[in-house]
């Protein structure tokens, strides 16, 4: 069903710091190389795609202190926030998923530039969304 982990999302930073403040250890210390940083306006956040492999590890920082990131940081803190696993049909799996009982917290909708659907928190370990993507991770550096 899962093709190969897609991104795992770390919730980072706050207002007080902008989020290449917190991701210039990955370049500086470790010779990770940016691949993209999205700016969602409505989300009131940034986002920073690192690739390691053919995984993207996904930075998110709220902009502002308003936002379900914002709240989200305030409640939990900094750290691990989901995990995303890819799949060749995303409205074919979470179909199969729905037959055998787990819940989405929202419809099939656009991500950075991928579908992406995120589970009901209660019916799984962990907070867990399912990614179709067109493109490899190699298009993206």
């Known amino acids: ?36 940083k999205v700016h969602f306006e409505d989300d009131h956040c940034e986002v920073a795609l690192y690739s390691v492999g053919e995984t993207i590890i996904e930075f998110t920082s709220p902009t502002g202190e308003r936002g379900w990131h914002y709240e989200h940081l305030q409640e939990h803190g900094p750290g691990f926030f989901h995990i995303a696993f890819e ?25 950075i530039d991928w579908k992406i659907t995120t589970f009901d928190y209660h019916d799984t370990p962990l907070p867990m969304q399912i990614v179709e993507d067109p493109r490899p991770v190699d298009e993206r550096a």
């Open 1 to 36: 069903m899962f093709e190969r982990i897609h991104h795992i999302a770390i919730l980072i930073g706050g207002v007080e710091r902008e989020i290449d403040e917190y991701t210039a250890v990955f370049e500086d210390d470790f010779g990770m190389e940016r691949i993209q």
């Open 87 to 111: 799949v060749d049909d995303i409205e074919q799996r979470r179909a199969e998923l729905e037959e055998l009982g787990y819940g989405f917290v929202d419809e099939i909708r656009d991500g």
